[in-house]
């Protein structure tokens, strides 16, 4: 079983630019999850899926952060413009519905200089 | 809201057992799980609980009680490639909106 593909794997790019990850998750899961790690800290949740609908973005700056997941199977991330606090690497999951096993993508690591 | 508390650094040495606690204060809690990360990788999925009791996994248990809202992840039988980052994360009833503690590192000496 294939599993969760996120790309590119490193992004390098400078403040006030625009950027975008795309995931796809595993096959048949309908939760899809996009997180936020900075160096040191545990995942941030910044928007969770199920199937194509919205369940949480409550910490999602939708200033400059945005999330689609057409026909609820993969996903792209947006930011635009940049910020230097957004050096972060942006994880995606993706779980069959609950949430208690997520599995997670191999991350993009964001720098912004 | 939610918050969960772990130490930040745990040592011990290969072939002992250790345990990483985790507190947590949430609405509407649903279930606890337990995630190992070794640096530059992905997260894992290593235990779950939703019940109270211990769940056995191997080398790894994970233990829960809802009453104190508190549960802790034992490792057994140490090894050097257990040296990683362990986080606990709750799930609310509310869509199983997931939090993430901030990661205990484990460093497993010879």
């Known amino acids: 079983e294939a599993g969760v593909a996120q790309s590119p794997r490193y992004k390098i790019i400078e403040k006030r630019q625009s950027v975008a990850f795309w995931c796809n998750p595993i096959?048949?899961?309908?939760?899809l999850y996009w997180y936020q790690q900075i160096l040191g800290q545990g995942p941030k949740l910044l928007i969770q899926f199920q199937n194509n609908g919205v369940v949480d973005d409550s910490q999602l700056p939708k200033d400059r952060f945005s999330a689609e997941r057409l026909k609820g199977v993969d996903s792209t991330l947006k930011i635009q413009p940049a910020k230097l606090e957004d050096s972060a690497v942006y994880l995606c999951?993706?779980?069959?519905?609950?949430?208690?096993?997520?599995?997670f993508g191999p991350g993009t690591r964001l720098l912004v200089l | 809201g939610q918050s969960l508390e772990q130490p930040s650094e745990v040592t011990a040495v290969e072939g002992a057992i250790v345990q990483i606690n985790c507190t947590y204060q949430t609405s509407g809690f649903y279930g606890l799980s337990w995630y190992q990360q070794h640096d530059g990788g992905a997260p894992t999925f290593l235990s779950y609980?939703?019940?109270?009791g211990l769940e056995e996994t191997g080398r790894f248990s994970s233990f829960l009680s809802r009453s104190d809202s508190y549960g802790y992840l034992l490792l057994q039988e140490l090894q050097m490639k257990d040296s990683a980052s362990y986080f606990c994360a709750c799930q609310n009833t509310g869509g199983f909106k997931t939090i993430f503690g901030a990661g205990t590192r484990l460093f497993v000496k010879a």
């Open positions: 096959s048949g899961h309908a939760t």
């Open positions: 999951a993706s779980s069959l519905g609950g949430g208690e096993t997520q599995y």
């Open positions: 609980n939703a019940l109270d």
